[in-house]
């Protein structure tokens, strides 16, 4: 009769041991796949969703740029804030608007809203040099008087000017004049980079954070000069591109102004005396925007801010045209 041998304990043991790594090594490797699959869907859907609020960007351009377009033509002596593109766009459902298959499950939520801007109501940065290392005289004055309005140290008005021509590319005089006529400071030599937004004042000694921030709403940047729109500036930048005119005195030109826009330079002129204004300091007629647009859809979010300049596609018959677009 043949006996029945049996496995030691021990063998049996490592056996179930065996077993279970293998079965927990599985596991693994299933609930590895799985997560992968998982981030990559979910990349996916982020790359979808991004996609999707670039269009709705776009189209919301369009949009502006349309109705600017159509102002240019409606307006085109003046630009004002009673017109139709100073009216913001409060937040819209686009789900009401757009037609569209819904995936089940899918939670469609996107909104949109923003506003346009006049870019020429602030005090453009550009306008204090005049060609590399040739600040503006008469325009430091402006911005000095400025920086006094908003009670900051008319000291900085120097080295701003001089940080921004000295970023600027070098120029011959005009035609007939002397050169430097414009310029009551020395030459800066040794440019920095050159000035594109107003965070860019932080290279300046002397400018700090708050500073910019109390700046930003007054003071912008755009590639060329620029004079201020005194049908939409504020009583801060207007009293500074109107010597000695105090901000309360402004203040009682805006509501003015409010009633009936100034329609030519001649009716504004009538409303501040005798006071000389600085050559092509001061216009009633806008050519650059800032349209802001703010974007949500699902769990993605687009602020971004664009420039658009009017003039030059009006001329030409195709239309405004956007500068640069930055997002945030």
């Known amino acids: 009769m043949r006996t029945r041998h049996r496995r030691p304990a021990r063998e049996r043991g490592v056996a179930v041991i065996t077993a279970l790594l293998l079965t927990t090594l599985a596991i693994s490797i299933v609930a590895s796949l799985f997560w992968q699959q998982q ?78 801007t006049d870019a020429c109501s602030r005090y453009n940065l550009r306008n204090l040099g005049v060609a590399k290392g040739q600040p503006d005289g008469e325009q430091i004055e402006i911005f000095k008087r400025l920086l006094n309005n908003l009670q900051l140290d008319q000291g900085l008005a120097q080295r701003i000017a001089a940080f921004v021509a000295a970023g600027l590319p070098a120029s011959a005089p005009p035609e007939g004049g002397e050169p430097g006529t ?10 920095p980079v050159k000035i594109l937004q107003v965070e860019d004042l932080l290279t300046v000694k002397g400018v700090t954070p708050a500073i910019v921030e109390r700046l930003r709403p007054f003071v912008t ?89 009017r003039s030059s596609g009006l001329l030409a018959g195709s239309g405004p045209k956007v500068v640069w677009i930055r997002q945030y």
Not at 184 to 191: C, D, E, I, M, S
Not at 239 to 261: C, G
């Open 221 to 309: 940047v755009l590639p060329v000069k620029t004079p201020v729109n005194v049908n939409t500036a504020p009583a801060e930048v207007l009293a500074a591109v109107v010597p000695d005119m105090s901000v309360s005195e402004a203040n009682t030109l805006i509501v003015r102004r409010k009633q009936a826009a100034w329609r030519d330079l001649r009716y504004f002129s009538t409303q501040i005396g005798e006071r000389p204004l600085t050559h092509d300091s001061v216009s009633v007629r806008s050519d650059w925007f800032f349209v802001d647009s703010r974007i949500r859809l699902d769990r993605a979010a687009l602020d971004a801010q664009a420039l658009i300049q």
């Open 182 to 191: 414009q310029t009551q400071t020395a030459p800066v030599l040794g440019a």
């Open 39 to 116: 981030v990559q869907v979910r990349s996916m859907e982020n790359q979808r969703l991004h996609l999707q609020t670039k269009w709705i960007l776009r189209g919301a351009l369009d949009w502006a740029t349309l109705v600017l377009f159509q102002d240019g033509i409606d307006h085109r002596e003046y630009t004002s804030l009673d017109q139709v593109w100073a009216t913001p766009l409060a937040e819209t459902r686009l789900d009401q608007y757009v037609e569209r298959q819904r995936v089940e499950g899918e939670n469609f939520d996107a909104s949109l809203s923003g506003n346009i």
